[in-house]
């Protein structure tokens, strides 16, 4: 089942939308805001948008801001609908990538 | 480019849903064959009225490359053999095909991105497929077995299909799949438009592996023959190109050729 988050009025009476989906992208995790056919994503790591198109700024200030009050909630709807691609990437540790010695450069002799 | 859009109407049926679409109107048999010579490669037709199909008549039998129909009422089987003929794609107006709202869909055709928008689709549980309309029109089969149960182990429920959202959400009942997430996966085109459009884009080897590894649903410990530190090391961008061994063993887990992984 998405995950929606649930705007302030007057945002949800004219139709605007917040939600994570069952299927989503491989992309940085991410919230989809709608409005009719348009949309845009923003980034769960940064707050930030992804795209550049549409422009961000067509979306109003106050949906923003409330999408980054949220995110602490949205991230854990994310990493819960989403466990192979989480907010905060757990990696394996990595292995000790030994430096390689560094060698001289062998002059090549010239024969005559 | 987008492809024109006819609407088969007489003006005074036109509503403002349909003047929005901004299409060239044919509400006469001349007008019709015109409208085939001047875009004899290609156009979206829209038809509120399943009668005005009288006006096709007499358009030249070769039908030109590629046509696409919708339809807003239902079609008689008859109607729909003869439109065959004509065009390439028909999107009709019958119970298996389920449609956004009129106002909705109508948006959608007019948008400048409508490819990358569903109009309309089918489930066909016996062959495991559905058919999504994208709103150009062009049909884009997915396997039901691609949408795999989330991870709050919600399943989709194929009886249960829909197109919502203005064609923004595949839904089957409980469960609901992106546009965007569909697209990427299954149209290169789209992949690389969608990439282009990101504002801040991990161009590397690494990072197409990590998105294609998620879009598979594959965990780092997924790859036979590879450790998971040694595909989280390529991910990483520790190793910038990975031995051609390697890389066949994770085009082989991953499902694509070797020198498709960088397209994701």
């Known amino acids: 089942m998405p995950h929606e988050l649930l705007l302030p009025e007057p945002w949800t009476s004219q139709g605007w939308k917040v939600k994570i989906f069952d299927v989503e992208g491989p992309e940085e995790p991410h919230v989809t805001v709608r409005f009719r056919a348009r949309a845009w994503r923003v980034s769960l790591r940064s707050g930030n948008f992804l795209d550049r198109e549409p422009p961000g700024r067509d979306v109003p200030e106050e949906i923003v801001s409330n999408v980054r009050d949220n995110l602490a909630a949205l991230v854990t709807a994310w990493d819960t609908l989403h466990p192979s691609n989480v907010v905060k990437s757990p990696e394996p540790e990595a292995e000790e990538v030994p430096e390689k010695p560094k060698t001289k450069k062998r002059k090549k002799s010239r024969q005559t | 480019m987008n492809d024109p859009v006819i609407l088969l109407a007489h003006r005074q049926d036109i509503d403002t849903p349909l003047r929005a679409l901004h299409a060239t109107i044919v509400g006469t048999r001349d ?86 928008l569903f109009v309309a689709g089918a489930v066909d549980e016996d062959d495991g497929v559905v058919t999504l309309y ?33 064609g923004h959400t595949v839904r089957f009942g409980d469960y609901e799949a992106s546009t965007h997430a569909i697209l990427y996966a299954h149209d290169p085109k789209y992949r690389t438009r ?61 499902g694509v050729k070797p020198e498709e992984i960088s397209t994701y």
């Open chain 2, 31 to 116: 007008a019709v064959h015109r409208a085939c010579s001047e875009h004899r490669r290609g156009a979206v037709w829209i038809a509120p009225r399943a009668d005005l199909f009288r006006l096709l008549l007499g358009r030249p039998s070769t039908p030109t490359r590629d046509q696409r129909l919708l339809v807003l009422e239902g079609l008689r089987e008859q109607q729909y053999a003869f439109l065959r003929t004509m065009f390439r794609v028909i999107v009709p107006m019958d119970k298996e095909v389920r449609r956004l709202p009129r106002e909705e869909l109508l948006e959608v055709v007019a948008m400048p991105n409508r490819d990358e």
């Open chain 2, 194 to 254: 969608a990439k282009a459009r990101l504002l801040e884009q991990d161009k590397s080897f690494g990072g197409a592996l990590r998105r294609l590894r998620i879009l598979k649903g594959l965990s780092l410990s997924d790859f036979p023959g590879i450790s998971d530190k040694s595909v989280a090391r390529i991910e990483k961008g520790d190793v910038e190109k990975p031995h051609a061994g390697t890389m066949a063993k994770l085009a082989k887990r991953l």
């Open chain 2, 134 to 166: 994208r709103g150009n029109l062009e049909p884009l089969v997915v396997p039901l077995d691609w949408f795999k149960p989330s991870g709050t182990g919600v399943r989709p429920d194929p009886a249960r299909f829909e197109v919502t959202d203005f």
